[in-house]
């Protein structure tokens, strides 16, 4: 491919509307376009990627014994209703009316229709296994499109479904897979860290995330280096600082004017957080509920929606809190009426804690738990975080930033029950088929490849998934025995079903270079004036800062080699 034939310009300045640095250098590199908030066109370098990637996952899909079919984007809602997803995904489920006001949705993921031909397709346990697979587009209608390709409202995702006779034979499957997403980020030229993981409105019982580490990543990753233990924030567990015991002293009313944060109260009483009970509002499905925590801990607001097994979950506003007679910034769960009380474990890490008293401007000290309160649920509902102890060792844990390149749940008989897909087994009895399903966006696989794989000169792609694999890049295009000799070596390279673009363009070699560099591609092949004096070739790799000189006549061979080895 020449440059100038390709569709698609650098860019020199860095959008506004770029929030990462992904995004910056796609639309940088002229690789995509913004259409709508989360709505994206793949020009033709970044659909290149795009390709590459799909292959990859195809060839290790197809590896693992998966069979590829392809599924409807436009499905009846009636199925979502069915299994009550429809309420789980909430706003985020684009739905729709046809002209006979049938209720359409646009399927954000595709665990409904699997399950359903699963159950015209399969009779019998002879049947069974069954690993099946598409690659198809997504919709979701996300809250905050952010972050490029990262988080969008349109998507690209490959996911499978396994089928299985029973509990051990799903393992299997779930570890098969497993191994077939190691091989894919290998491939691809990532590392990628697996995690424990929440399993959302998938639902499930057990479920990972891969997480490709980078700083800039949306996603936090808790982990623990001496025993391995990783997992999601969303998920992620944690042992949690224990204050001294101490007799429980007596109640006592003190003045806080004007104190209503945990901060303010703590450093009005010079009490440490850890001796404080934070209350925080929330709305779940329409009610009101109160929500008490330790004041030197954050709610993890999806373990919270968990364990009230709500489908919609807000913080409550300040005028809804005050409705229900409560008064902000000195609310306590002691002698509180009329709202639901969500307790976190860590209100029995302490002793002696300082609580609002339920009247402005006072607190009440020496708060236990449970002499002067009571709730209506306990659950771990709090955020994990670095240095805390881990659950499974003890040792101190610590945090990364990441983006989520794929996850796995194993769904069990939730959906099979739900829609009716049984086998009969050798005796004849009837079971449900157990399920597990397996996703990875590739749109996030191309964000977190650029996260991962860059420089401040731009994109350094790994070799298998770049557009090109060479950058063929002549200077002072004007000279005749420079134009000669770079359309001689483009000829033997494409002769050669090497991948090249022949930057044929007569621009200066600081263009050339700078647009070489923001394209990412792994080899640079430089031809100028001063290599023709010594009758050779420039070849670089983007990823290092060192040059070689290579005779013209051997540049093809090498770069062969070149390639192969990387």
Same mark, same amino acid.
Request: contains cysteine; charged residues 30%.
């Given at each position: 491919?020449?440059?100038?034939?390709?569709?698609?310009?650098?860019?020199?300045?860095?959008?506004?509307?770029?929030?990462?640095?992904?995004?910056?250098?796609?639309?940088?590199?002229?690789?995509?376009?913004?259409?709508?908030?989360?709505?994206?066109?793949?020009?033709?370098?970044?659909?290149?990627?795009?390709?590459?990637?799909?292959?990859?996952?195809?060839?290790?899909?197809?590896?693992?014994?998966?069979?590829?079919?392809?599924?409807?984007?436009?499905?009846?809602?009636?199925?979502?209703?069915?299994?009550?997803?429809?309420?789980?995904?909430?706003?985020?489920?684009?739905?729709?009316?046809?002209?006979?006001?049938?209720?359409?949705?646009?399927?954000?993921?595709?665990?409904?229709?699997?399950?359903?031909?699963?159950?015209?397709?399969?009779?019998?346990?002879?049947?069974?296994?069954?690993?099946?697979?598409?690659?198809?587009?997504?919709?979701?209608?996300?809250?905050?499109?952010?972050? $490029?390709?990262?988080?969008?409202?349109?998507?690209? @995702?490959?996911?499978?479904?396994?089928?299985?006779?029973?509990?051990?034979?799903?393992?299997?499957?779930?570890?098969?897979?497993?191994?077939?997403?190691?091989?894919?980020?290998?491939?691809?030229?990532?590392?990628?860290?697996?995690?424990?993981?929440?399993?959302?409105?998938?639902?499930?019982?057990?479920?990972?995330?891969?997480?490709?580490?980078?700083?800039?990543?949306?996603?936090?990753?808790?982990?623990?280096?001496?025993?391995?233990?990783?997992? +999601?924030?969303?998920?992620?567990?944690?042992?949690?600082?224990?204050?001294?015991?101490?007799?429980?002293?007596?109640?006592?009313?003190?003045?806080?004017?004007? @104190?209503?944060?945990?901060?303010?109260?703590?450093?009005?009483?010079?009490?440490?957080?850890?001796?404080?009970?934070?209350?925080?509002?929330?709305?779940?499905?329409?009610?009101?509920?109160?929500?008490?925590?330790?004041?030197?801990?954050?709610? +993890?607001?999806?373990?919270?929606?968990?364990?009230?097994?709500?489908?919609?979950?807000?913080?409550?506003?300040?005028?809804?809190?005050?409705?229900?007679?409560?008064?902000?910034?000195?609310?306590?769960?002691?002698?509180?009426?009329?709202?639901?009380?969500?307790?976190?474990?860590?209100?029995?890490?302490?002793?002696?804690?300082?609580?609002?008293?339920?009247?402005?401007?006072?607190?009440?000290?020496?708060?236990?738990?449970?002499?002067?309160?009571?709730?209506?649920?306990?659950?771990?509902?709090?955020?994990?975080?670095?240095?805390?102890?881990?659950?499974?060792? $003890?040792?101190?844990?610590?945090?990364?930033?990441?983006?989520?390149?794929?996850?796995?749940?194993?769904?069990?008989?939730?959906?099979?029950?739900?829609?009716?897909?049984?086998?009969?087994?050798?005796?004849?009895?009837?079971?449900?088929?157990?399920?597990?399903?397996?996703?990875?966006?590739?749109?996030?696989?191309?964000?977190?490849?650029?996260?991962? +794989?860059?420089?401040?000169?731009?994109?350094?792609?790994?070799?298998?998934?770049?557009?090109?694999?060479?950058?063929?890049?002549?200077?002072?295009?004007?000279?005749?025995?420079?134009?000669?000799?770079?359309?001689?070596?483009?000829?033997?390279?494409?002769?050669?079903?090497?991948?090249?673009?022949?930057?044929?363009?007569?621009?200066?070699?600081?263009?050339?270079?700078?647009?070489?560099?923001?394209?990412?591609?792994?080899?640079?092949?430089?031809?100028?004036?001063?290599?023709?004096?010594? +009758?050779?070739?420039?070849?670089?790799?983007?990823?290092?800062?060192?040059?070689?000189?290579?005779?013209?006549?051997?540049?093809?061979?090498?770069?062969?080699?070149?390639?192969?080895?990387?």
């Amino acid at each position: 491919m020449r440059v100038s034939k390709l569709f698609g310009k650098t860019q020199r300045e860095i959008p506004a509307e770029a929030d990462n640095l992904s995004h910056q250098l796609l639309i940088k590199a002229g690789m995509i376009y913004q259409v709508a908030a989360g709505i994206y066109s793949y020009l033709p370098l970044a659909w290149r990627v795009f390709k590459k990637i799909e292959n990859i996952i195809r060839e290790e899909m197809d590896a693992s014994g998966g069979q590829e079919l392809n599924m409807p984007v436009l499905q009846p809602l009636e199925l979502w209703q069915e299994t009550g997803r429809d309420l789980a995904f909430g706003k985020g489920l684009f739905t729709l009316s046809d002209r006979r006001e049938r209720k359409l949705a646009l399927g954000p993921t595709h665990e409904e229709i699997i399950t359903i031909l699963a159950s015209r397709n399969i009779k019998s346990y002879r049947d069974l296994p069954q690993l099946l697979y598409q690659i198809q587009t997504k919709f979701r209608d996300e809250p905050r499109p952010r972050g $490029g390709l990262i988080r969008v409202r349109e998507f690209s @995702m490959k996911d499978l479904y396994s089928f299985d006779v029973d509990e051990e034979r799903l393992d299997q499957s779930y570890k098969k897979m497993l191994q077939a997403y190691r091989n894919i980020y290998h491939r691809c030229g990532l590392i990628a860290r697996m995690v424990e993981a929440d399993s959302g409105a998938i639902g499930g019982k057990d479920s990972h995330e891969f997480i490709v580490i980078t700083e800039t990543g949306e996603d936090e990753v808790i982990y623990c280096e001496s025993c391995g233990y990783s997992a +999601n924030v969303e998920k992620a567990q944690s042992i949690k600082s224990k204050s001294e015991d101490e007799n429980p002293l007596p109640l006592e009313e003190v003045s806080t004017p004007g @104190m209503a944060t945990i901060e303010e109260v703590s450093e009005f009483l010079k009490v440490p957080k850890n001796k404080t009970l934070k209350a925080v509002f929330y709305v779940t499905d329409g009610e009101l509920v109160f929500v008490v925590i330790r004041g030197d801990i954050e709610v +993890n607001e999806v373990k919270l929606k968990n364990a009230l097994r709500c489908y919609e979950l807000r913080l409550a506003t300040e005028a809804e809190v005050k409705e229900a007679g409560i008064v902000a910034g000195s609310a306590s769960p002691i002698g509180i009426k009329g709202v639901k009380v969500i307790a976190d474990e860590s209100i029995t890490l302490g002793a002696n804690l300082v609580a609002g008293a339920n009247k402005p401007d006072t607190h009440i000290k020496n708060v236990n738990y449970p002499r002067d309160f009571k709730f209506d649920l306990m659950a771990d509902i709090a955020k994990a975080k670095a240095g805390e102890g881990c659950p499974k060792c $003890g040792s101190k844990l610590a945090s990364v930033g990441g983006i989520e390149v794929g996850h796995t749940f194993k769904l069990g008989t939730i959906f099979s029950e739900k829609l009716g897909a049984f086998f009969i087994d050798s005796s004849g009895a009837s079971h449900p088929i157990l399920m597990g399903c397996y996703g990875i966006g590739l749109d996030r696989l191309i964000a977190a490849s650029i996260e991962q +794989n860059h420089d401040d000169k731009g994109i350094i792609w790994p070799l298998p998934i770049a557009p090109y694999h060479i950058y063929l890049c002549p200077l002072y295009l004007e000279n005749p025995e420079v134009k000669a000799a770079a359309e001689n070596l483009y000829a033997d390279l494409e002769a050669e079903r090497l991948e090249v673009l022949f930057d044929d363009r007569e621009e200066s070699p600081g263009v050339k270079f700078n647009d070489g560099d923001l394209l990412g591609i792994p080899f640079r092949v430089t031809i100028s004036p001063r290599t023709l004096k010594a +009758n050779s070739v420039e070849i670089k790799r983007r990823s290092e800062k060192e040059s070689q000189l290579l005779l013209l006549d051997e540049a093809v061979t090498k770069l062969k080699e070149l390639i192969k080895e990387s």
